[in-house]
C-alpha cells in the first residue's frame, strides 16, 4: 500500500534529517523502549531520507507533463516508481483541466506516488494500446503494471464540482494512496472516531469494570 507522506514531511526528512533524527529521539525518550528498537527506528529513518532523495530527483512531489511517449515508459518502468498515477488529457477539454486541479493537490499530498500527465494528442501509440477512448482517462500503475483507471465523471458523481476527495478516495481504492485513518471511512466507527481508538474505548472500559 502507498503511504501518505505530504511534500512537507518529506522535504523535512530530505533537508534536516538531523532535526527529524531529534523528533524520533524526544518521542522515544518518551517511552520505555529497549535501545535496539530506537536504533531500528533510526535505521529505518535514514533508509526513509535516502529513499525520499531519490523521489524527489525524479520530481516526485509535482504533477509533471510528460512531453512525449517515451518519458511515459522511462516513468512507468522505472524500479523507482513503485505507484503511478497517469492522466491522459487534452488541452481542450474542460473536464481535463477539472482533474488537473485535483491532481496538482493530491501530489502535494501524497509524495510517495507519482502524479503526471500526457497529451493524448502526443500518445496515439499509448491511446490505440490502452484503448482510451473517453476523457478524461486516469491510470492507476503499480510496478510498471496497470491495475486500475479511472474514466470520465461518471465514478466522481458525474458533476464537475466533485469534491478532491472523491477522487482521493477512488485513487485510495486502486492502492497507489492510501488514506489516512481520519479521512478512510473504512477505518471509521459508527460513532464517528477511529474503530482503533473506539476499540482501545471499550478495552479499557472493561478492564475497568473487572
Not at 524520533?24 to 529513518?45: N, Y
Not at 497507489?176 to 477511529?194: A, M, R
Amino acid at each position: 500500500m502507498a503511504a501518505s507522506t505530504t511534500v512537507e514531511t518529506a522535504e523535512k526528512i530530505i533537508n534536516d534529517q538531523s532535526l527529524a533524527e531529534d523528533e524520533l529521539w524526544a518521542e522515544l525518550e518518551k517511552e520505555e523502549i529497549p535501545s535496539h528498537i530506537r536504533e531500528a527506528r533510526l535505521s529505518a529513518l535514514k533508509h526513509q531520507s535516502e529513499q525520499f532523495h531519490k523521489l524527489k530527483d525524479l520530481n516526485f512531489g509535482d504533477y509533471t507533463l510528460l512531453p512525449d511517449e517515451k518519458s511515459f515508459l522511462d516513468l512507468t518502468t522505472n524500479t523507482s516508481v513503485e505507484h503511478c498515477v497517469v492522466h491522459f488529457f487534452h488541452s481542450d477539454f474542460r473536464r481535463c483541466a477539472i482533474v488537473d486541479s485535483h491532481l496538482g493537490k493530491l501530489c502535494k499530498k501524497y509524495f510517495e506516488t507519482k502524479f503526471a500527465k500526457l497529451d493524448v494528442e502526443k500518445s496515439n501509440f499509448l491511446v490505440t494500446r490502452l484503448k482510451i477512448q473517453m476523457l478524461p482517462a486516469i491510470f492507476c500503475f503499480k510496478k510498471g503494471v496497470v491495475v486500475d483507471r479511472v474514466v470520465g465523471f461518471e465514478e466522481l458523481g458525474n458533476t464537475d464540482d466533485f469534491p478532491t476527495m472523491l477522487l482521493e478516495r477512488r485513487l485510495a481504492k486502486s492502492g497507489v494512496i492510501e488514506l489516512s485513518e481520519n479521512e478512510d471511512p473504512s477505518k471509521k466507527s459508527i460513532f464517528g472516531g477511529s474503530k482503533s481508538v473506539v476499540r482501545q474505548s471499550q478495552e479499557d472500559s472493561s478492564d475497568e469494570d473487572d
